[in-house]
């Protein structure tokens, strides 16, 4: 039960748009589609952002987008805004009923 | 309105034990896969624990044998009792819906401390 790899930070200006990688293997990430993706404000529980690699629950904006090749998943936050700084972790099924995430990667909007 | 509430946490001494609970509002723990997941100070999320509508259970093997998960159906209301309890299990241990397999609803977490 390794965790997946995530770079330690991302930065991007307002407007632009930022993609956080997320990389497993072929127990995890590569042999399911459930890769999901969770944002993190300081002292806050973690609010769900993207589902089954691809899928947005609702009230989540569109600027927030997944997707997912082999062994890694990304995620891509477009039209970045100052209220996107925040951790971003990953998380995949891992088969055998366990489930593992990333390190988590710090987004600062500068 | 859809709400998860933990409690139960604690300062605790290495080696003690502690029961967290999360009671569930909106919708029922039966019906649904529900998690524990832990954030040890200025680290990242681990997964701790999962308990299927079945009740079939699982667990990770950093907590494998020392804790449990389990749900009160009458109280709708999920368990997570830690035994034997190490300096490195010191963490807000967050209680989680999991739907679609993602986690959608979280509680707002409850600090355990392990220390002497």
């Known amino acids: 039960q390794s965790a997946l790899t995530q770079p330690a930070s991302v930065s991007g200006s307002p407007g632009q748009s930022i993609t956080i990688s997320c990389t497993g293997t072929?127990?995890?990430?590569?042999?399911?589609?459930?890769v999901s993706w969770y944002q993190q404000h300081p002292g806050k529980a973690p609010k769900l952002m993207i589902y089954?690699?691809?899928k947005r629950p609702s009230g989540v904006s569109d600027r927030f987008s997944g997707s997912k090749s082999d062994n890694t998943a990304s995620l891509t936050i477009s039209g970045l805004q100052a209220e996107d700084e925040a951790d971003y972790y990953c998380?995949?099924?891992?088969?055998?009923?366990?489930?593992?995430f990333g390190g988590g990667t710090k987004l600062v909007v500068l | 309105e859809v709400q998860l509430v933990e409690s139960g946490g604690g300062l605790i001494q290495p080696g003690g034990s502690l029961r967290l609970s999360c009671a569930a509002s909106?919708?029922?723990?039966?019906?649904?896969?529900m998690s524990w997941v832990r954030q040890a100070p200025g680290k990242g999320l681990e997964w701790v624990s999962v308990?299927?509508?079945?009740?079939?259970?699982d667990h990770a093997d950093s907590v494998k044998g020392r804790f449990t998960i389990s749900r009160d159906n009458s109280k709708n209301t999920l368990y997570l009792q830690m035994n034997s309890l190490r300096v490195e299990d010191t963490a807000v241990y967050y209680c989680?819906?999991?739907?679609?397999?993602?986690?959608?609803?979280w509680g707002q977490g409850t600090t355990v401390s392990v220390s002497s």
């Open positions: 989680a819906r999991i739907l679609a397999w993602g986690m959608d609803v």
């Open positions: 909106g919708f029922t723990v039966s019906g649904s896969y």
């Open positions: 308990i299927y509508m079945g009740g079939s259970t």
């Open positions: 072929s127990s995890d990430v590569g042999s399911y589609n459930l």
């Open positions: 089954e690699v691809t």
């Open positions: 998380c995949s099924y891992a088969g055998t009923r366990t489930w593992v």
